[in-house]
């Protein structure tokens, strides 16, 4: 048996458009049509204002460290220490992500830093956004 | 809700506290149970309603031998005991039951019998947060710190703060799990479990539990021990994902919670004599301070720094020793309830002198849900 790996998401109906997305290299959100209001993680309405009138759209795939642990305890498919952490992305959501191509350091990891997507294929179904230092 | 008009009539934890590698989880919440109904001089049969969480009501009841007429199963985490006293004194004043016994309990450390907490991969949690690395609430409940940290000035230092303060009460209380005084550099140099979190600012793991009975106000006076009111309740809840929080910057739950209760008991932070704030790991009391409105959240790390809340300050906070000193067996809220009406009672074993009005203040998951009960013992 090899190394116990990461958890691995399961789609279901109402978020396969976000790991389709990711499978294509695309981190892809999702607006209002009605309020404008880009929201996640994805849901076939608007929490805003209950519109079912909702677009995908691909996102830029950047943002900012909004926050993050450094967790020095085992985890399956992880070597500690490793940052988890939250990233702001540029259309305004938040979500969990790991940070990569960085050193797991305070030092490193700069509140408010700029961030890109960084796509990791997990297997032929599922590939995660985690993202990186901008470059530039 | 009216206030006072109902009121703890019985309140116990187990027999033993800490490490019990002797009792399953379901025998720990009858200990509690039935130290409670002796605490109020009560038989079993007395009671005809109940809650719990984690198990199920049905579970416990008939492990119990109670027949109720109203139940609770609200599990939001830790505070769900706190939404149950709430549930419980509207259900009371609308006449569905009389006589409610609350249950928690937990074989955290032990691991007998204990229910198990499933993620599933396709639930969301599964799919936007399991798959970044989280395991433990280590893992999770930390992560909102340091955005908190940088939006409002707090320094590393006065949140160790947090921890060494919760020592020196735990200290006065026989029952404490961690009783040895710490300083601020024995928590900054203490094993890190989640940067910027050490062990000694995250909280005990544990067995234990315990249990509340509340009736009508009216009966009170019929009952051995001292009653203590409910003056004031609110609840709310945000999100199970941590990532997903309106903002790190404070908690939304809290914000709901904390206010409905003040505005229900109709107090100003001022009348506060004693508070709990939850405390599973050392910047829950520094939202609690700020998103009850005790002050703004930049000067939260500077009062408890200043030993505000430490044994003889202005705001004694935790009193048992908290989460972080006295004990965690996983769901902390029912022994913040405990302290909490064991100050009201007059008996707790670093009493607030001449206490009157208690604020409890619990919070469930990773800033998930929270639960606020405003006690007095004067009706």
Not at chain 2, 325 to 336: E, F, K
Not at chain 2, 341 to 354: D, K, L, S
Request: charged share 20%.
């Amino acid at each position: 048996m090899a190394e116990p790996a990461r958890a691995k998401p399961k789609p279901t109906p109402e978020t396969q458009h976000f790991w389709d997305g990711t499978q294509a290299n695309e981190l892809r959100l999702q607006r209002c049509d009605a309020c404008a209001n880009v929201y996640f993680p994805p849901r076939p309405f608007c929490p805003s204002c209950a519109s079912r009138k909702v677009s995908v759209f691909k996102a830029s795939g950047t943002g900012r460290l909004y926050s993050y642990v450094i967790h020095h305890r085992p985890a399956p498919g992880f070597t500690p220490p490793y940052a988890i952490a939250v990233v702001e992305l540029d259309e305004g959501p938040r979500m969990m992500t790991n940070i990569v191509e960085c050193p797991q350091t305070p030092e490193a990891l700069e509140l408010d830093m700029k961030l890109e997507v960084a796509f990791e294929k997990l297997d032929d179904k599922i590939t995660l956004p985690l993202f990186r230092p901008a470059k530039g | 809700m009216r206030r006072n008009q109902v009121a703890v009539v019985g309140a116990a934890e187990t027999t033993e506290l800490g490490v019990i590698p002797n009792t399953s989880q379901i025998q720990l919440h009858a200990d509690a149970a039935l130290n409670a109904i002796a605490d109020a001089g009560l038989k079993l049969s007395d009671i005809d309603g109940f809650a719990t969480a984690v198990e199920t009501p049905q579970q416990v009841a008939h492990y119990l031998g109670i027949t109720p007429t109203w139940v609770d199963g609200t599990s939001v985490g830790g505070c769900s005991f706190m939404l149950h006293v709430r549930h419980a004194a509207a259900a009371i004043e609308a006449g569905l039951c009389k006589t409610v016994l609350i249950t928690h309990a937990e074989s955290g450390k032990s691991n007998i019998g204990r229910t198990p907490r499933m993620v599933g991969p396709d639930s969301l949690n599964g799919q936007f947060e399991l798959p970044y690395g989280v395991t433990t609430p280590a893992s999770m409940f930390p992560i909102p710190v340091l955005r908190y940290m940088k939006t409002h000035g707090i320094t590393h230092e006065q949140i160790a703060m947090v921890a060494v303060v919760q020592r020196e009460w735990a200290a006065k209380n026989p029952r404490a799990t961690m009783k040895t005084p710490i300083t601020v550099a024995d928590v900054l140099n203490s094993r890190m479990i989640a940067y910027p979190f050490r062990i000694l600012q995250c909280c005990l793991v544990t067995d234990g539990g315990g249990a509340l009975i509340l009736t009508s106000a009216d009966r009170a006076g019929d009952f051995p021990n001292k009653p203590v009111y409910i003056l004031g309740t609110g609840e709310s809840v945000e999100t199970p994902m941590v990532s997903q929080m309106q903002t790190f910057d404070s908690s939304r739950a809290f914000k709901v919670a904390g206010p409905l209760a003040f505005k229900e008991a109709g107090i100003t932070h001022k009348d506060v004599d004693h508070l709990m704030i939850y405390d599973a790991f050392a910047h829950l009391p520094l939202y609690g301070l700020g998103d009850l409105g005790f002050m703004p959240h930049e000067e939260t790390g500077k009062f408890i720094a200043s030993g505000h809340t430490r044994p003889g300050g202005k705001l004694p906070l935790n009193t048992n020793g908290g989460g972080l000193s006295y004990m965690h067996s996983g769901m902390y809220g029912m022994y913040a309830l405990q302290e909490s009406v064991r100050q009201m009672r007059g008996i707790a074993p670093a009493q607030v002198p001449g206490a009157k009005i208690s604020v409890c203040h619990g919070v469930g998951g990773m800033f998930a849900a929270s639960g606020t009960i405003i006690f007095t013992n004067e009706r």
